[in-house]
């Protein structure tokens, strides 16, 4: 059995792009009528207890002036979670890191250079407010870095021109590290990076080009719904980065397994990330918990009313984490759970389960105090 400690308690951030945009998709656009502008989104999150850190994209949510958000960390303080590389949108739909035009390729390299930049820039303002979790991994996903069809790419080509992209900006900058984001689809048809089993092999290609001292500063980002959405269990992907101490950061969400809805994590397969949950209690996760949302159905009528459920939307995100995290804490342990493993019946887990929500459970609740 792997060796357990106990993590701390979850710290909260969330994606700006959740609140900043329209909601569109193909289907239609300005779902949410009331955009907010980045400070706006700052001043949300104050009001919100739990919530610590705010993540965005470059080019994109965040200005590439650093001290723009230096302010805006001090004045509400809020921590920046992550400068997240966009390496995705039209002009990359054949691929950013992995593009077969070497401009195209060269500029998203350099974005992801800048972004780890940045965040290597924030880190003295996070220790400042006391937001340590601030700017330690570049985020990056991968939408377009896939194939489209087939006998449309040189599969061998792309994933070797993937490691050097990582490889090349890990030497090229220093300090934070890179914290991949699987998924199996969306809006490439097949994604390179579908899930931690072909990400850790990608970080061995990685790390195999890197000098040692430069070795294991590549991770990732699990998200909850991009597991659901390849077919695989969330408590497995991340207990297999964790085994490799690449675990740098989750992104927390939920879907029906079929599309990519970003709800509130638990409310369409609870059992599933509770299990997942327990397993981040008894590995020691210390990283960011954040809620990468796409709140369609949450806006209201005037940006007031707007603003208030957005709110109260992030508050119910934090509630539902610290409910479960209560509940995981009060099932045994690993090594108390050895015997059920042993004799794996599911009878026995569903009256394990059933007993433990019977429980009284008190949480710290968080609210919205706009």
Known sequence: MAATKKAPEPRFAVGSWAFMYGCDDRFGRGYNPHPLELEEVFDLLAHVEGMEYVAGHFPGEFPEDVEVLRKLAKS???????VVA???????RNGGLTNPYPGYRKEALETLKRCLEM??????VMKEIARPLGARNCVIWLGHDGSNGLFLCDYGWRWRTLAEAF???????????????PKPGDPA???????VTAGLHLRAKVDALLPEKERGRFGFNVEYGHV????GKVAESLCLALDEGALFQIDLNDNRKRWDTDHIPGNDNEQEILEAEYWLLHRGFDGIFNF???????????KKDTRRRFGEHLAECVNAVRYRWELVKRLPPPEEMSSLWADPDETRVSRLLRDTR????EFAESRYRG
Do not use: M
Request: aromatic residues 8%.
């Open 76 to 82: 509400y303080r809020i921590g920046i979670g992550s």
């Open 86 to 92: 966009k390496t995705f949108g039209a002009k990359y």
């Open 119 to 124: 965040n290597n820039a924030l880190l003295p």
């Open 167 to 181: 490889a090349d900006a890990l030497k090229s900058v220093p300090g934070c590290r890179i914290a991949l984001e």
């Open 189 to 195: 048809e097949d994604c390179f990076i579908r899930g």
């Open 228 to 231: 659901h959405l390849e077919g």
């Open 292 to 302: 990468d949302l796409f709140p369609q159905r949450v806006p209201g009528e005037t």
């Open 358 to 361: 019977n429980r009284r459970i």
